[in-house]
């Protein structure tokens, strides 16, 4: 195994794999606004687009001319690199909140460890100790209790993210339009597109893919510090308390297959043991 790679967590795995799929949909965007600009730019500046490109609905749905289209498309670009910084911000919030569930549970703050079907619960002593990230809907805040925490530095990795993260608010909570508050609270900060007062607010391709390069190493660099046995173990039976409420359990010859191909895990000979007496009654 390289030095910079570690067992992850599934926590870790599906925040990956669902930045993967925001990248596809990204680069399909990027993809359909560069087929746009090429076939636009051999047509009339002033028919109607949808006419031009034989789409499946009336101009009177979007009654905009090839040329406004084709001002339109690095506009429609911006904005749309803003709507994906929302939706990685959602994907590094769950993983900052499944991390420190499982990592806290792991240290024996489970209250219901002989269930088998409700979900795992947290003692009152692991709630307090959790609740700075469980309870928050801050993500600044909650990378700065995760610092403490699990005693990492993320340095700038945090600071540009935080800056960045005020970008993501504006258009969460004022529809990406720059109000007032918005511009006083990046006052110095070096954005590429500078929107006036109560303009839209869109954001380069550079600018996301640095948003996301931080937001990842802050995933990173708490995954390879808290991924271990106990915690990737409860993400397992997490998971198989879920199967054994709705009556899913997979056969018990087929279990270790299951896992391994839905979810890449794979236990060890006592976890495996544990799992058979615990949820199949096989000793």
Request: contains cysteine; hydrophobic residues 40%; aromatic residues 10%.
């Amino acid at each position: 195994m390289a030095k910079n790679q570690w067992l992850s967590t599934l926590a870790f795995r599906n925040f990956r794999d669902k930045t993967s799929d925001l990248s596809d949909i990204y680069w399909t965007q990027q993809l359909g606004a560069d087929c746009l600009a090429e076939v636009l730019g051999t047509k009339d500046p002033d028919h109607f687009s949808v006419n031009v490109i034989n789409s499946s609905f009336k101009h009177t749905m979007h009654p905009q001319k090839v040329s406004e289209t084709q001002t339109w498309l690095p506009t429609f670009m911006e904005r749309n690199r803003l709507h994906i910084l929302v939706i990685y911000t959602a994907f590094l919030e769950t993983y900052l909140k499944e991390i420190t569930f499982y990592h806290i549970a792991s240290l024996g703050h489970i209250t219901n460890n002989s269930e088998t079907e409700a979900p795992l619960k947290l003692k009152p002593v692991g709630e307090a100790i959790a609740t700075p990230i469980l309870k928050s809907s801050t993500v600044p805040d909650m990378i700065k209790y995760a610092s403490e925490l699990y005693e990492i530095d993320f340095g700038v990795n945090a600071t540009e993210w935080i800056k960045l993260y005020k970008i993501r608010c504006a258009a969460a909570h004022n529809g990406g339009i720059a109000t007032p508050k918005f511009l006083k609270a990046i006052s110095g900060q070096p954005l590429s597109l500078r929107p006036t007062e109560y303009e839209n607010i869109g954001l380069t391709w550079d600018e996301l893919r640095t948003a996301m390069k931080y937001g990842d190493k802050i995933a990173s660099l708490i995954d390879s510090k808290v991924s271990n046995n106990d915690v990737r173990y409860l993400e397992t039976e997490q998971i198989l308390r879920e199967l054994a409420s709705s009556k899913k359990l997979p056969d018990n010859k087929i279990i270790w297959q299951y896992f391994h191909e839905k979810y890449a895990i794979m236990l060890n000979k006592s976890e495996k043991r544990k799992v058979l007496r615990k949820f199949y009654g096989i000793i």
